[in-house]
Structures are given as structure tokens and as C-alpha cells.
């Protein structure tokens, strides 16, 4: 069941999607020496959450061109679908695809859509992009980048949202951009409520006017805040495999999910950078069904929350939900 269950992900880095043995070749084929990242066993390995990042950053630093985009997609879409992914969005940023200038940036686009169509055609799974500022990098950077998702927003670029190190700033000093990225049509999400306590997603929500939250599972810490995020109908994008990985939860059982859900939240499941947390969409599907006993009825129910919150267009959406149903 957890295998093959169409599946639906909104939360998903295309960098941190990277498979570690696409990774080793492209480093191979630009003879950078990147060995110490890896365990025996060719997987990516870190003790803690700084080494992550260390071990994160020097895995990317081999994707120079579009053309490494373009094959990174094509990797990326593969172990989606095979995980059983049918719709999935992913977070790009035009920081790292052509230092937010928009010529180069179009290029990037170009390269990663193309892809995109082939893994469509070859895997059946359709994919959209979401541009994403980059908090730590500052208020004025993410205006650059909120005029590149502006200027390629459209029925593939639909999204702008804001990860990063969220202990940098404060969510208004981004409201320029998401205002920006809102009047270019695109629709907004922003990580919160991941390494910033409740308050951060209570931010997130008033000044940045965003519909979903990356993350978002410490309003936990705050009932009156999980009430108004269920009355509002705001959807979280959980992804449990990522929080536990990095020690924010000791284990499944006692990760937020379950509870947010019995409370009346719109909750999603997703696996934000999957080989980094050693996870796939089928592993997450599966530890969930073991600790909180979830049945075929509850994936089916998230599955549809996550294409209701999805930012395609309603043509995409009709058509994904018809093979949910299926
Ligand atoms: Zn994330």
C-alpha cells in the first residue's frame, strides 16, 4: 500500500532531492573531491544539524549549469515515482540558479521544465515550481528574487514562498516580496514553526498573508494558534521523516502530526530534502502507519487535502485527481 499509493508532495527542495550517487558522478565528471560527504555505504552522512548543512552545501556546490538542473530534475522525478509521487511541487531558487539574474534564471526555468516534461512522458508525474527566497541571504535579495518568480510566474512557475535559517529576520521584512510575488498571481507558502517556536507561524500567517506553512508543526506549542490555523483552513506541509531526522522530535511516535490532524488541521505529508533524511515518500507513508496506526482511509484523505492546497491550475488539478481516484 505505502509503495504504490499515489501519492501527492508539496514540500520539496530540488537540491535536497539530489540522489547522493547523481551527486558522486557529477563531482566525478568535474573532478571535485566531495568523498568525505558520503558514508560506506555512498549514502550522505552528518552527526548533527551543522554538519548537515556542511554536508548539504558541498553536495550542491557540483550543480553549476542548467544543464546540471536539467539532469538533476530528471534523477529527482525518478525516485518520486518510483516512491509512488504522481503530483509533486518544488521549491527553486534563483539564488543558486543564476545569481538572481532574470536572463540567467530564465535559462535555469527553461532547463528544469524541459525535464520536467520528460519525466512526465517517462513516469507520469507531473511537477510545478515554487521560487523561494532565501531568508538568511536578507530582505533586499529576496526582492530580486520575488521580480525573477514575478517575471516567469505562469501555469508551470506557480508558487513563491521563503525557507532558510529561520531564526534570521522576521517574516514582515519580507512582506514586499510576497506582496510582489501575490500581485504576479503566484501563490505563497513560507517555513515556519520548524526551528522558530509558534509565534513565527502566527507571523508568517499575519504578515505574509500565506495560505500554507512549510513546516509549521510547532504550533503545536499553542492550541489557540492550531485552532485559528484549522478555522482558517490553513494547510501545514508536514514533513515528520525531515523534523525527526534533525532532532526536532525524538521518534514518530511523538511527532506532532496526528495531533494537529485530531484537531481539526489540514495536514500534508512530504519529505522537504528526502536522501538527506534518509527517506523517501513510501518510508514516510509506511513509519506513519505504524505509529499512529493510519489506515488506507487517512493516506487517501491526505492525499486529496495535498492536491486541494496544491498551486497548479484546476485542469492539473482535475486531472491528478482523476488518477487518485483510480
Ligand atoms: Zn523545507
Redesign the pocket.
Known sequence: MTQTHPKVEL?L?LE?AAPPAFIRGLAAEKKMDISGIFDERGNYSYTDFWQFLKVYEAATETLKIPEDYHRLTLAVLEESAASGVIYSET?LSPDFCGGRDVGAWREYLHAIREAADLAEKRDGIILRGIVTAIRHFGPEKSKETALCAAETAGDWLVGFGL?GDEKMGKPKDFAWSFDAAREAGLRLTA?AG?WGGPESVRDAICDLGIERV??GVRAIEDLALVDEIAEKGIVL?V?PG?NIALGLYPGWRTHPIHRLRERGVKVTVST??PPFFHTTMAREYQMLAEAFDWDDGVFEEIAKTSLAAAFCDEATREAVAKRLSE
Open positions: 514540500h527542495h535536497g521549491f525557507a517555513h520548524e512549510g513546516h506541509e514533513c525531515s522537504d530534502d
